[in-house]
């Protein structure tokens, strides 16, 4: 049985569909724990960076230097 390219591209086509849409129905919505912790790892990382900008900033008083 020959299948012409147009019909297999077709075929193709729908089963990559029905893939793609089985892989998104899978994945879950986030539940409040999860939006939580996601709000702590941003202020953990906010943090972070205000305490390397304010050693920078001792680094450079220390050299004389003011920004």
Not at 47 to 56: P, Y
């Amino acid at each position: 049985m020959k299948l012409e390219k147009k019909s297999l591209g077709t075929v193709l086509l729908i089963g990559f569909s029905a893939l793609l849409l089985t892989v998104s129905a899978c994945q879950k919505e986030e539940g409040p724990a999860e939006k939580a912790g996601q709000e702590m790892d941003k202020a953990v990382d906010k943090l972070g960076q205000q305490i390397e900008k304010a050693g920078e900033s001792v680094q450079d008083a220390a050299k004389g230097d003011k920004k």
